[in-house]
């Protein structure tokens, strides 16, 4: 399938939605009048671990606006735990109720909920609310988690060892005896949040007389939180709609239920009154959800030209307090992609998560972001080892394109990637060899240039069959309807989650191109659980293949549908000459291409309206609903580039030049991809320079505010080349193969790749984020 089979794939058209975004007329969860509603405001430990003594509510209720005022016990009489169990060896259950009872597990989590008549009410009360605790011994990180004497933060997990897995392919240990050298790295990733723009908040409309909830949240996952939020409630799923208005930001927090969200929805069938809830900055960066916060350390066997043998893998991770997912499941998809587009076959790892007394972990935009810095870093290391060029080292370890698909060490099947072909564009546009000739001229004269490069295999699409194979329970379906009107319009729907992603304008494109209609003519319907069909939502970058596929594929009924009724409207015995184009009706006569003065609105009309014209075998109307579940993976890839300079005096980075090489198959709108790229970097860099949630010895968080907590921005930022050698996959409808997050992966590996390449004549490596001046300054001290 070409770029020329497309009319509107793979061609760049500003977004639509952006209108109404950038002129102040979106529909935000603040935007959404609800008269008479309750505020909500939560009362949160001030400490780390410890044990509820007394809780006094007198004060707080006895305040003017308050309506209530409750603590976990009557929650736990409306709603049931939340159990994450799968069956997955190795992985402790854990069970949790929607507010503590007796005891808090990190400075943030919930003590008490205060509902007043406004929210400025609610907070004052909330301070009145007097609560006796005693403190508890605390657990601040993963390897004090393990010692044998460590605080235990869940009853229900011993040693607080949540998951452990352990994985051998081929004979890594027999690889290692006839290696020329082992060399090992380690890689550390800080502990960072999502920080969307528009924080957590929901707010929920009881009816009862019908027995029905209404929840408006911004959420990723309308249907999968429906299901959760009706079965935490015990409430039928029919007895909830779930409704997400524009959503500010979400990058993988707005995908659980989390309990300030449960309880809402409690408090509004209780009082029988609207309640809503926002939380504000502090409690975003303090009681969201946190991520990353890993260690790697990485042992390869080698021979005398940098071939990779073998490779053993040691991974830990700090979940948290609390798994609002399964501990396993973001470690394991490092550990299980780890070889990237590298030939590796003899591969061990073993994998422990662990929780601490710091808010509980969510996925993050990449949950595994570290993965390609951890190889391609470690391939770096196996130059510094044996004074080999990194570009030759990577090059000897490429998987070609002869050798695709290639079936990995963990089982996973790569196809329908070009990692050979990014890596020399990128090397093409970045003049390798002649940065090596400028970089040697800078260091004689006293400035330290470096270039780092990382090749990306991007995991986009988790299928139904990955989640049966890895044990966990979960769909990777996605389902869509298209229904078009008798006046020609075209109404589309998917069960997607947006976030502001620019979906609007993607999957109009993708219904035009299935159907054969412009864009402008489709109206695509996200958000609404009564409207939408069952999907699973939008989390990693999943919605362009299983999204944009189901709804292209569905178009694709739909337009034979309509081309076999064009065909009774101009008396012809099938539509095998026929075709749509922008809404009207062509035939083939010899190799022309006529209009035939029929449009689709005329179709529609008689589909409609006069249904007993129709061809026999024909049912009125033109509604279709289609469900697609996409291979059991699929991945993209890229190859990053990074040019910097470290002033060795002060540890200052200054990104020099920013390239990227992607192939991400067919793309549904080439403007919103472009975003997407560029918006992933952004966030890796950001995460690699700056970000940093730091908890103290006592498990206080000490980054509450974004004074604190620092994130990049544009001045901060480099200009981004982007190199598009998009090849459509095999597999997937109309060849989409997804992105969103290899930009964070590339991004975190090139950078640091780069800072490395500029301090290796000082013999020393950063491997720990993030790479402030001052973690620079402590390498080189006493190295100048």
């Known amino acids: 399938m070409s770029e020329q089979t497309f009319r509107y794939l793979n061609k760049a058209t500003p977004r639509t939605e952006d209108y109404r975004l950038l002129t102040g007329y979106g529909r935000y969860l603040d935007d959404i009048e609800i008269p008479g509603a309750l505020h909500v405001c939560f009362v949160r430990s001030p400490h780390a671990h410890a044990r509820i003594v007394s809780i006094d509510i007198h004060g707080a209720a006895a305040m003017p606006g308050v309506v209530s005022v409750i603590t976990g016990l009557e929650l736990a009489q409306w709603t049931t735990p939340f159990r994450i169990a ?25 003590v008490a909920c205060v509902v007043a008549t406004d929210r400025y009410l609610a907070e004052d009360a909330a301070e009145q609310v007097l609560v006796e605790f005693e403190p508890l011994p605390v657990v601040t990180d993963m390897w004090q988690a393990l010692e044998p004497n460590a605080a235990q933060v869940d009853p229900a997990v011993p040693g607080n060892l949540v998951s452990h897995q352990t994985y051998v392919h081929g004979d890594p240990e027999r690889a290692n005896t006839r290696a020329f050298r082992i060399v090992e790295a380690t890689f550390q990733q800080q502990r960072q949040t999502h920080v969307p723009i528009e924080t957590r908040g929901c707010a929920a409309v009881w009816d009862a007389g019908r027995n029905h909830l209404t929840f408006h949240i911004g959420t990723q996952v309308p249907h999968p939180l429906r299901t959760q939020l009706a079965q935490r ?5 029919s007895q909830v709609t779930v409704i997400s208005p524009d959503v500010g930001g979400a990058f993988g927090q707005k995908i659980a239920l989390y309990r300030e969200e449960l309880t809402v929805a409690a408090l509004a069938r209780h009082l029988k009154r609207p309640v809503r809830w926002r939380e504000d ?4 960066l303090t009681a969201a959800a946190n991520s990353r916060e890993d260690f790697c350390r990485t042992r390869a066997a080698v021979d005398e030209r940098g071939t990779l043998l073998a490779l053993e893998l040691e991974l830990r991770e700090d979940f948290g307090a609390y798994c609002f997912f399964p501990a396993n499941y973001l470690a394991r998809v490092v550990a299980m992609i780890l070889s990237g587009p590298y030939r590796l076959q003899d591969y061990a790892f073993d994998v422990k998560v662990v929780l601490s007394h710091k808010c509980g972990n969510a996925p993050m935009r990449a949950p595994m972001s570290i993965t390609s810095w951890v190889m391609d870093g470690t391939l770096d290391a196996i130059a510094r080892e044996l004074e080999l060029d990194p570009v030759e080292v990577r090059r000897r370890n490429l998987l070609g394109p002869a050798e695709l698909p290639y079936r990995t060490a963990t089982g996973e099947c790569l196809d329908d990637i070009t990692p050979t072909q990014t890596f020399e564009a990128l090397l093409s546009a970045l003049d390798y060899a002649g940065f090596r000739e400028r970089q040697q001229a800078a260091r004689a004269a006293g400035h330290y240039l470096g270039l780092g490069l990382c090749n990306v295999v991007e995991p986009t699409t988790y299928g139904s069959r990955f989640y049966k194979a890895a044990g966990i329970p979960g769909s990777g379906h996605e389902a869509s309807w298209i229904r078009i009107e008798p006046g020609g319009v075209v109404n589309a729907s998917v069960g997607l989650g947006p976030s502001g992603q620019g979906y609007e304008s993607a999957m109009a494109n993708a219904v035009a191109e299935g159907l054969g209609v412009p864009p402008s003519s489709v109206r695509i319907h ?3 659980t009564d409207i939408a069909p069952y999907g699973m939502g939008s989390r990693g970058a999943r919605s362009g293949t299983a999204g944009g596929g189901a709804l292209y594929l569905c178009a694709l009924d739909a337009r034979r549908k309509v081309l076999a009724i064009a065909a009774g409207c101009l008396g012809l015995p099938d539509e095998q000459s026929l075709r749509l184009i922008d809404a009207r009706i062509e035939r083939r006569r010899a190799d022309e291409w006529t209009d035939t003065g029929l449009t689709l609105a005329d179709v529609a009309r008689r589909a409609y309206l006069d249904p007993t014209a129709l061809p026999q075998g024909l049912t009125p109307g033109l509604e279709f609903h289609l469900t697609y579940d996409p291979p059991a993976m699929t991945y993209s890839n890229a190859a990053h580039g990074c040019e910097i300079e470290v002033d060795v005096l002060t540890g200052a980075i200054r990104i020099a030049r920013y390239v990227v090489a992607e192939d991400c198959g067919t793309l549904l709108n080439p403007t919103v991809v472009e975003g997407q790229q560029h918006g992933a970097v952004a966030m890796g860099l950001s995460g690699a320079l700056f970000e940093h949630m730091r908890y103290d010895a006592s498990g206080q968080n000490v980054t509450g505010s974004l004074a604190d907590y620092l994130i990049a921005t544009s001045t901060e930022l480099p200009n981004l080349e982007i190199i598009p050698l998009h090849t459509p996959g095999k597999s997937t409808a109309a060849g989409i193969k997804g992105m969103a997050e290899g930009g964070v992966m590339g991004a975190i590996g090139a950078l640091t790749n780069a800072v490395n390449d500029a301090l290796a004549p000082f013999g020393v490596v950063a491997d720990r984020h993030p790479l402030t001046p001052m973690l620079l300054r402590d390498l080189l001290r006493d190295k100048l």
Do not use: I, S, Y
């Open 86 to 110: 799968p069956p997955v060896e190795g992985l402790k259950p854990v069970e949790f109720a929607a507010m503590p009872v007796d005891t808090v597990r990190f400075q943030g989590d919930l």
């Open 233 to 237: 409630l015990k409430l039928d799923e």
């Open 281 to 284: 900055r502090l409690e975003n």
């Open 526 to 528: 996200m958000g609404h």
